[in-house]
């Protein structure tokens, strides 16, 4: 059995390639991805790739055709993964996420890969307070990001069939540690205010609903949809990847911290404008379809392992927010410097140096 792990350098990624590694041990792991975070590791005692048997450091962009040989399912993680960098990156966005994943599914199909996996998410549901959402409810993409997973779902569809497994998952949002931590995602960074500063800042008015998963839960669904026979779910699939205990609203999710961390305050942005994207999402289909794939980690021991990991990395430092922990910085920074071209691509022949700088 031979799989493609794109975006494999990346948070998620370490934690998939762990969990095929250990399940899966005659499997060929193969890694792909563009290393834009190869760097951003914490605690990790070995270079997480050395657990593929191979690793490109290649553009889902320019993807070198050779990659898909005898390949039996691809494991589509890469992306430019967060709505702050969709915003600051709009036309990459769509380029990465959506074309190239295109042209990804495409050539894996003729190259005769059996099974593909799209990391998809909940944030394609938008601002929808009301009812929780299920797979059938209407789509309401806020962001560049949410509208690049809706249009990349759309074209999979009628990739799908004749052999060809598609599987969306629609992430909720992640949390957890991982050996490449990002704190910019909401329960890692209250985790993280807590640990360095005792005070959390919500950045909204702490209404807004976020359905959460650990990533250890998002590497056992992939490693699910792999896997999973056609029937029932069917040749091409879209399944909201979460549980319905695990959806909270910010507020709440400050409160647990601060119960878990001593001595922390809460404090809320009366002045922020109002966060649209609040959703809520019904996961009663995931728990059909894969009842022994179940999300298995619960907030507080969410919020303990992040504890205890990032005080065992020593860390505490107040201005993170500010850090290559948020991965919109670790890109402006990379641009800034010239490492990186304005469509995000590497620069290979040019010195590093202040873009514009000669
Ligand atoms: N983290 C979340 O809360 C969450 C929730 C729902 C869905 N997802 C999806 O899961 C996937 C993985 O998320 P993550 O949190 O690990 O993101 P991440 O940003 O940490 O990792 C993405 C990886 O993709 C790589 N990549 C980006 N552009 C590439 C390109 N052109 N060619 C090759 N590699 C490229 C990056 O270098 C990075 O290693 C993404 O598709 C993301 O949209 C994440």
Redesign the pocket.
Known sequence: MKILI????????PCVVERLRSFYPDATLIG???????NCLIRAEIFPECKVDQQYF????DLPPEVLDGVDAVL???????DPMGNAFEDVTLD??HR?SIRLAKMAKSAGVKAFVF?????MYGAAEDQPKTEDSPLNPLTA?AKS?VLTESDLRGLSGCGFKVTCL?????CGMSD?L?LD?VLNDFVACAVASKEITILSDGTPWRPLIHVKD?AKAIEWAAFRSIEPGGTYLSVNVGSNEWNYQVRQLAEAVAEEVADVRVSVNKNAMPDKRSYQVNFDLFRRLAPDYQPEMDLRSSIKELKNGLEEMGFRDPDFRNSNYM?LKVLTNLRNKGYLSEN?KWCKDQPAGRVGEK
């Open positions: 794109t975006g494999n350098m990346g948070y998620i990624g792909l991805d563009i290393g834009y975070f190869a290649a553009d889902v962009r589509h993680l890469a992306a430019i993964s967060n990465i996420n190239a990391a998809s998410s909940c944030s990001y997973k629609r992430f909720a949002t992640a490449r990002r995602l998002m991965r995000l």
